[in-house]
């Protein structure tokens, strides 16, 4: 079996290299030129793909940046990515123009799995049209269906082997192809009756988080307000054994995924007469975010007769999230920005990131960024830092993780 997989990114190349690591043949397909040359090299960009696993999927591995190899394949899973346009609406252009080159290259007996987060109806309405430029009909001559991605950048203890694969086939013979390529490389597939099914599945999944964040985002704007700590009282609900779960508030969402997918739901709901409330709300709500961050800090600053203009503001970890160096969406950037607006004399320091472009900016050493610090700001909390021994030395820190064990200290702020 040979399987091609377009997009080599957060998601394609944890999906090459499974495949590769099962003894499948591999086509990994970007258009971008150096990361096919890194991979060549076995190098990984992505955190969770190491080059060890990379050098030793090599074999099985082949990289290409021309979708005409891809007439050789059984099956093609398709992992470009799905943005927002600047006015918020879902941008399918990478994935239009994935379909559409793949349209000139498939053949009959081919299987087609999209696995790129969209709303439902795209790949009926949306990819199989272009798939069928070639004469081919979907269901008929190759098989087409929707498979969510559901990795967590940089999550060791769930990975695609062991997180259920769920499955949705323009016909039952799709979605039985599908399921017969996954259980390659995952322990348990799920069938769902349609891709509409499936694709509604995945954003279901990302809605249910971004709305619970924006629900004790929103306790954290009211408890600022009523001098309550807000980490005092999830962890007191996190006790309850049922009926709870955890959700912990922070300086907003950011990644490929929560800041966007909701609102490709959002957009269909409209053409049925629908406006999705909650999620919009809820990207109301964590949208909100950073500035709350950016005025708690000015506040601090104020309680100690300092200024943002001209302070010097420590900032820790510009990821979106702990363990990874993917900054898309990161709320650190807005944070960057307003305080650079305000006149703040920012540094940073990432393990995971060594340079943010936009703002012409490196990462200092942990010591280097401390020194002199007016302001410590925590805004993503990476492993293998010691917030607490921070915290003991800074002459004040604002926490935005709730990471750090002593909020009695006076130097000590909590989000
Ligand atoms: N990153 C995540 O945590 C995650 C999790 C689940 C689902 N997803 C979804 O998976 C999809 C991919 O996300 P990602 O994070 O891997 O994106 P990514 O940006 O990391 O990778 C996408 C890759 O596709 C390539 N590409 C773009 N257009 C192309 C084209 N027309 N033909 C070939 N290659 C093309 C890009 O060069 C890039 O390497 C998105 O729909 C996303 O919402 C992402």
Sequence with gaps: MRVGVVGLGYVGLPLAVAFAAAGVEVLGVDLDEDKAEAIAAGRSYIEDVSDDALQAARPRLSVSSDYGA????????????????S?????????????????AVLRAGQLVVLESTTYPGTTRERVA???????LRAGVDFNLAFSPERVDPGRTDYTLANTPKVVGGLTDACGDRAEQLYRTVC???????????????????????????ALVNELALLTDRMGIDIWEVIDAASTKPYGFMRFEPGPGMGGHCLPVDPFYLSWRAREFDMAAEFIELAGKINQQMPYHCVAKLQRTL????????????????????????????????KIIKLLRELGADVVYHDPYVASLEVFAMRSEPLEQALAGADLVLIVTAHPGIDYDAIAARAACLLDLRGVVAAPGSPQVVRL
């Design 70 to 85: 891809l007439a050789d394949v059984d099956a093609v899973l398709i992992c470009v990515p799905t943005p927002l346009t």
């Design 87 to 103: 006015n918020r609406e879902p941008d399918l252009a990478p994935l239009l123009g994935c379909a559409r080159a793949l349209g």
């Design 129 to 135: 049209p272009l798939l069928e430029a070639t004469g």
């Design 187 to 213: 322990a348990e597939v799920i069938r769902v009756a349609t891709p509409e099914a499936a694709e509604l599945t995945k954003l279901l999944e990302n809605v249910f988080r971004a709305v619970n964040i």
């Design 302 to 333: 104020n309680d100690r007769g300092q200024a943002v203009r001209g302070a010097r503001i420590a900032l820790l970890g510009v990821s979106y999230k702990p363990g990874v160096g993917d900054v898309r969406e990161s709320p650190a950037l």
